[in-house]
């Protein structure tokens, strides 16, 4: 009844706006390269782009999986500490004469496991996903440090460590990293039904469980997916350093929650892609990169990243309520 | 009386220094002079000119997209007028503000409640306007008042309970009560009892008839013309945002009204066709579960089993557990003479049985997601070839079901949310239409839908009747029922109490046999 009249008022379709969105964002990241090319001299050389890239690519892969998880309006605050700690599962398994492919996929399936387990908290134990993640979050680190005893485990594996130096068609094998999870995650996210899954259970959990929608098994994917990617981002962070660190990776969850969010994901669920936490994810690491090559003290890169988290949000919501 | 008085007293004196003085009874409170409305190019009120005299009961009847809410948001300073005059006790008024629409003695009482659940009905009441001594809250006192104004209205409700402690229908009479102790002279209920039941809303009658002796002017949007004619004074007809007419309600009859409301005649609304009975669709035997207790009933092929009760009388309840959403205790489901075990939604899918459950805001839709994916929800599977979905087949079939149910909507990707009541109701169905099953359950399906989208949903009833399908009807509103159902089950506190074949009953019989006297 209440909204009766904005039906005739014929709201502009979403779809396109999602798109403009895109280019526009797409449009700040260029903005910022050109302003930094423009005022410094070592922006535009190759080794610092190779390095935004690696620098922006460990991001963007947290925040492709963090934003599977906020679409289903959950949150996934364990995305740094699986980081640091999958990098002492690496670590380790390489240390005790793992293979390096049986490794990997050793700590993948600790990531897996670790989802799951967030998913089952969630879905059995009935606890909220904040909490659930929270609680990883600080227990994965203890187990990491009991783990190392404290200190690191380092990698002599040469071909692993030489891995995330590496460039391929003179793009950065990290960056191509990117380009292997993002492929699959678009599919998966906007052209299967398990991603229309996502956003249906995001909207209304019950409505999408009496359209036969399998609501926990969707759950459990999307904490799976997320963790997946942040034990990926662990194997990759340990081949850039060559050590195994639980501490590592602090607050990386909140670049990555930052990326979506900057990317147009709403935290209320149901909304969100993934071209803009990629974008999300490289506009933070430029800001970074810009800020370190204008000598800019690194505290001012911390305000300018939150500033630009309520600019971005702001407007774009702006544009949701201008869209009804 | 006191307590109502003794709260509302401090208001008074604002909202005299702003309405220009009272009005006599009977004399013009507002004028509506050529109210204008447009959206873009949308006119969502043609020029009206309707005017409201101090102390009566307007009703106002039209159906979904009529203008009616337009109206309301016009009335209680949401939106702007395009142009035309607003006259308040004599004077041209802005009405640019709600605060404005307050400050006058405007009100509203919306069909959702819009309060806190959290707070108790106390701190509702009070909500925005709590008194303080010395910046502290004084809520012993707050208490004590609430309670006084509840007690003086004639609820049997605790001020001290909390609001989500309380039925839906407790809670709009908080909201009513609220509204009458902020001094409020105009108060406009849109379709407060779409929700309530009989005793709930009998209360809201009598709270109404109550407010309007104390010389408060009501507007009282309904879609139920028998709660019309029992309350009005006066009722307008709204027409595709056109102010019809206006009758007094001893010269008119339901009959001329709906004719003005939609230009069909009542007969065709409940559109019903006889025909054969088939083989058994379901059966179930002595089916216990939460909120419902030995349940024992069959529906047929081309057969609608109608289920009234009040509500919490387990029907909806009973058809969660048919449909696998609730755990069932005992009895046993035979599907097509098969004993079945429906483990959870998706087996009844399967099977064939379709829910279109009883709210469409937390069941039925995706609101904040397109169209197209919420009537595609239940069959991605289907339109997907391997991993992926085939998008022509999945555009195709929003789109068939858009056209087929004439679901008002420039596209597909427009969100749930945007539509009307009725065409949400239309989107439900659209995803069990183009799911398929051979039982559908229908839920409270014309709660909140217009009158012509209600006789659409009718005929429909009669297409999948003729294709073999058999129909559970829920509803708490007993001519569509009884008009509609071949067989009646009448549930009360979770049990089958009676069941009436086609229009064997008369409608006094099955309201007792509900109410359970």
Redesign the interface.
């Known amino acids: 009844?209440?909204?009766?009249?904005?039906?005739?008022?014929?709201?502009v379709?979403?779809?396109g706006m999602n798109i403009l969105f895109g280019l526009t964002l797409l449009g700040l990241l260029l903005f910022l390269w050109l302003l930094l090319g423009l005022s410094t001299n070592s922006f535009w050389t190759s080794n610092n782009i190779s390095n935004l890239l690696r620098q922006g690519a460990m991001t963007a892969i947290l925040a492709v999986g963090q934003t599977f998880v906020i679409i289903t309006a959950g949150i996934d605050l364990s995305v740094g500490a699986v980081v640091g700690f999958s990098s002492v599962t690496i670590a380790w398994l390489l240390a005790h004469g793992v293979p390096l492919w049986p490794a990997i996929g050793i700590t993948l399936l600790v990531g897996v496991f670790i989802g799951a387990f967030h998913a089952f908290g969630i879905v059995r134990m009935g606890l909220p996903a904040f909490i659930i993640t929270l609680a990883t979050l600080t227990s994965l680190r203890g187990i990491g440090l009991l783990i190392t005893n404290g200190s690191t485990i380092s990698i002599t594996d040469e071909s692993f460590a030489n891995f995330s130096r590496a460039d391929f068609l003179g793009v950065p094998s990290l960056f191509w990293m990117v380009i292997v999870v993002a492929i699959p995650a678009l599919?998966f996210l906007h052209?299967?039904?398990w991603g229309?899954?996502l956003?249906?259970v995001g909207?209304?959990r019950?409505?999408?469980?009496?359209?036969?929608?399998?609501v926990e098994r969707t759950i459990y994917l999307a904490y799976i997916l997320s963790s997946t990617c942040a034990a990926f981002v662990g194997i990759l962070l340990a081949s850039r350093i060559g050590i195994g660190n639980a501490t590592q990776a602090e607050g990386w969850e909140l670049q990555a929650i930052a990326s979506s969010v900057i990317g147009g994901t709403s935290l209320?669920g149901?909304?969100g892609s993934v071209h803009g936490p990629l974008l999300g994810a490289f506009i933070l690491a430029t800001i970074n990169n810009g800020a370190n090559l204008l000598n800019l003290n690194s505290f001012w890169q911390r305000i300018i990243t939150g500033a630009l988290i309520i600019i971005i949000v702001y407007f774009d919501q702006l544009r949701r309520r201008g869209s009804? | 009386m006191t307590g109502l008085n003794d709260v509302s007293h401090r208001h008074d004196a604002e909202v005299e220094a702003l309405s220009g003085g009272p009005v006599a009874k009977g004399a013009p409170i507002l004028e509506l002079r050529g109210l204008h409305k447009r959206?873009?190019t949308?006119e969502?009120l043609r020029p009206a000119s309707i005017t409201f005299l101090s102390g009566e009961i307007h009703a106002i009847v039209g159906e979904?997209?009529a203008?009616?809410?337009?109206l309301i948001?016009l009335l209680t300073g949401v939106i702007r007028r395009t142009s035309g005059d607003i006259v308040w006790c004599g004077q041209p008024v802005p009405l640019s503000d709600p605060n404005e629409a307050i400050s006058r003695g405007i009100n509203a009482v919306?069909?959702?409640v819009v309060l806190c659940p959290h707070l108790t009905v106390a701190a509702n009441m009070f909500l925005g306007d709590e008194m303080n001594r010395r910046g502290l809250m004084r809520k012993r006192a707050m208490t004590d008042a609430a309670q006084a104004v509840l007690n003086d209205l004639g609820f049997n409700l605790p001020a001290g309970a909390l609001l989500s402690d309380l039925t839906i229908g407790q809670q709009q009479l908080v909201a009513t009560a609220r509204a009458a102790m902020r001094g409020t002279q105009f108060l406009i209920f849109?379709?407060p009892t779409a929700y309530l039941t009989r005793q709930e809303s009998a209360q809201l009658f009598r709270l109404i008839r109550r407010l309007q002796a104390q010389g408060v002017t009501i507007v009282y949007i309904s879609h139920r013309m028998e709660e019309v004619f029992e309350l009005a004074d006066r009722v307008s007809v709204l027409r595709d945002g056109t102010h019809v007419g206006t009758r007094l309600i001893g010269e008119t009859n339901d009959a001329e009204l709906i004719s003005m409301m939609i230009n069909r005649s009542i007969e065709q609304i409940y559109h019903k066709e006889t025909l054969p009975i088939g083989k058994p669709i379901v059966e179930t035997r002595g089916l216990s579960g939460p909120g419902f207790q030995d349940i024992s009933l069959t529906v047929r092929a081309g057969e609608i089993v109608g289920l009234y009760g009040l509500i919490g009388a387990g029907r909806s309840e009973f058809a969660l557990g048919l449909?696998g959403?609730e755990k069932v205790t005992a009895g046993e489901i035979l599907f097509e003479g098969k004993t079945v075990d429906i483990r959870n939604?998706?087996v009844a899918?399967d099977l064939g049985i379709a829910?279109a459950?009883e709210s469409r805001r937390?069941?039925?839709?995706?609101?904040?997601?397109?169209i197209g994916?919420n009537i595609?929800?239940?069959v991605?599977?289907r339109?997907?070839s391997g991993?992926?979905?085939n998008?022509k087949r999945e555009i195709a079939n929003a789109d068939k079901q858009i056209g087929d149910l004439k679901i008002?909507?420039?596209?597909r990707?427009?969100?749930a949310?945007?539509?009307?009541?009725g065409?949400q109701q239309k989107i439900v169905i659209g995803?069990w239409l183009s799911h398929g099953a051979k039982l559908f359950i229908f839920d409270e399906p014309t709660v909140?839908v217009d009158v012509g989208t209600k006789a659409e949903i009718y005929r429909l009833f009669s297409k999948l009747l003729e294709e073999g399908a058999g129909i559970i009807l829920i509803s708490s509103y007993l001519p569509e029922v009884y008009e509609l159902a071949d067989t009646l089950h009448v549930f009360r506190q979770g049990r089958l109490v009676a069941s009436h074949a086609y229009r064997t009953a008369s409608h006094e019989d099955v309201l007792t046999q509900a109410i359970g006297v």
């Not at chain 2, 949310?417 to 009541?421: C, D, F, L, T, W």
């Open positions: 009844m209440s909204v009766e009249t904005t039906t005739e008022a014929a709201p379709p979403k779809k599919v052209l299967s039904r229309r899954y956003f249906a909207s209304n019950e409505a999408a469980r009496l359209s036969g929608v399998n209320f149901a909304v009804r | 959206y873009g949308v969502a979904n997209g203008g009616k809410s337009t948001k919306h069909q959702e849109d379709e449909y959403r939604e998706r899918m829910l459950p937390d069941q039925g839709l995706c609101l904040n997601l397109p994916l595609n929800l239940p991605f599977d339109l997907s991993l992926t979905i998008r008002k909507t420039p596209t990707r427009v969100l949310s945007a539509m009307s009541g065409n995803k909140g």
